[in-house]
């Protein structure tokens, strides 16, 4: 499939390992934080969301962590397998019926 | 429970045709978004329908136009199509009163040559 990926940032890591992805939002009104994972050629996949009165959450392997001071997310995947390859958006929605996207990471697990 | 679905999957076009998008929505959702992704990018917020109307824009022209059917399913229209709208095109369905929890199609690639 086409690459979702080009010229993204890129974190390879071993696997077994644990990932870290990060991602700076811009709008302090945002209220809303959604973690998504796009393999190539597919839609972005929810993996999971914090709210704004939340500073951290977890789910199955995933850790999202919310900074408000800083405007700064994180994504933690534990024991990371090579199905966790893809590229990882961090999405922020203020209330307006949208969501504004970021960037994303290409996170490549080596077997 | 079937997902979103969008057609065709590719196609290509030349600059200043005219091209339309279809998404179906998931069962039992009546909000259809679309979002716009070019390569290397995260997706840009188009427009929303709810109950066949425009829900909210994002920051693209007038000849970028939407429908939504009673079925809930939806269309995107482009005219005058420019290179730079070379782009994935994202259709999300969401359940009434869950506004950010979208279901995403895999999307149409459209290439304008």
């Known amino acids: 499939g086409e690459s979702v990926g080009l010229h993204l940032p890129t974190l390879s890591v071993q696997e077994g390992d644990n990932s870290i992805i990060n991602c700076a939002y811009s709008?302090?009104?945002?209220?809303?934080f959604i973690w998504y994972k796009q393999e190539s050629g597919k839609g972005p996949q929810f993996i999971i969301d914090?709210?704004?009165?939340?500073d951290k959450r977890q789910g199955q392997r995933v850790t999202v962590l919310l900074n408000k001071t800083v405007k700064h997310l994180s994504l933690q995947i534990a024991a990371t397998q090579p199905g966790d390859s893809a590229v990882y958006f961090c999405a922020e929605g203020s209330g307006n019926n949208r969501l504004a996207f970021g960037k994303g990471n290409q996170v490549v697990v080596i077997p | 429970e079937t997902g979103v679905t969008q057609s065709p999957t590719h196609l290509i076009k030349t600059r200043g045709q005219q091209v339309t998008l279809r998404c179906s929505s998931q069962s039992g959702h009546n909000t259809v978004s679309w979002y716009q992704q070019a390569l290397g990018q995260g997706p840009q917020f188009i427009f929303q329908y709810y109950r066949e109307e425009e829900n909210g824009r994002g920051n693209f022209p007038p000849r970028f136009s939407g429908l939504q059917f009673p079925n809930y399913s939806s269309e995107l229209n482009v005219n005058a199509l420019e290179l730079d709208d070379s782009a994935l095109y994202l259709c999300?369905?969401?359940?009434?009163?869950?506004?950010?929890?979208?279901?995403f199609g895999s999307g149409t690639r459209l290439t304008v040559v």
């Open positions: 999300a369905s969401s359940l009434p009163g869950n506004t950010y929890g979208y279901t």
């Open positions: 914090i709210r704004s009165n939340m």
């Open positions: 709008n302090s009104a945002s209220d809303y």
